[in-house]
């Protein structure tokens, strides 16, 4: 099956952790982001994808396919932000008449996914949510999809669609985004995928949903912390560090190479490769790889790779390559 996976966004909210490296190669729970995404589609036997780049998108593809080896990697470069449909429109020369899923690079999600192979209509994956005015919503009659809107302004439904969806045929979906675009269809100023699914519903192209296990928020440095969290809980941690006269509360992940001296780590701390902790305490944080911490009490805190952190206790963000001294 083929998946086409937009991953063009800057991630403002998550610098200076972007500033280098891109918000779908972000860490959490120890893999990036887009290796979260890309394992929980090979239950739909994805074995092609098609990746939609642009702020270092060249990252992201070299990534993919060295990671992925076994999977058909190619990409679209997007050079203007004009919606999700405009974005996947971009990927047609990749699509055929067979299925098509889309899935956001940064929604990592659980859900079984399996359920989608030989399926006839269009699935669209959802949660049941707080506050339908920030997704596009879907409106029931009884087991099929009867309306598509994008961030209602006024509440119709609390069925939100958490970006993951599922395509019969990519040729139709490609013919529906390039009809909202020859026909300049927009929502709030972009070419939005809802609208594109709603005039597939209204020309009598039927959609189902699929209900989601777990949904996990990526969007920011607070967020980002919270998955981690979830996922660890989750995955019971896994890595065996290097330690001397240190104690590990777990779940934690480490990568290989880690060192602790004299240190206290965790709960909920993931870490890469090379990690050196001495004469420190630390927890609930994500750091990347080759960071050292050194007597400092670290607590909600997310780093980049070859950051060095020094001094007293704190909580912070910084990129790749920066030194802190508190």
Known sequence: MHCIIPAAGKGTRMRPLTWSTP???????????????????????VDHITLVVGYLGDEIVSW??????????????????????????????????????IVLGDTLFSADLSVLKGEKRNMIVTSIVDDPSRFGVVLMDGNSVAKLVEKPS????????????????????????????????KTRGEYQLTDAMQLMLQN???FGILDIDGWF????????????????????GSGTPELENSIIIEPCIFGEGTVIQNSIVGPWFSGGPGVVIEN?????????AGSKFCNVVLGESVTGERAIVSGSSAKIYIGDDSVAEI
């Not at 990409?75 to 008449?97: T, Y």
């Not at 990526?218 to 989750?234: A, D, F, I, S």
């Not at 420190?280 to 990347?288: E, F, L, V």
């Open 280 to 288: 420190s305490r630390i927890s609930d944080s994500i750091a990347g």
């Open 64 to 101: 993919a396919r060295k990671t992925y080896p076994d999977i058909r990697v190619d990409f679209a470069l997007q050079s203007e932000a004009d919606g999700l449909a405009s974005a996947v429109l971009l990927a047609q020369q990749f699509v055929d008449d067979g299925p098509s899923m």
């Open 204 to 206: 009598g192209e039927p």
């Open 23 to 45: 918000k779908p190669l972000i860490p959490v729970a120890g893999r990036p982001m887009l290796a979260h995404v890309i394992d929980s589609l090979l239950d739909a036997d």
């Open 154 to 185: 006024e509440p119709i439904s609390n069925l939100a669609i958490v970006g993951v969806y599922y395509f019969a045929s990519g040729i139709k979906l490609m013919q529906y985004c390039r009809e909202l675009k020859e026909k300049q269809i």
């Open 217 to 236: 928020d990526c969007g920011k440095p607070e967020t980002l912390l919270q998955t981690n969290r979830e996922l660890l809980e989750k995955s019971g």
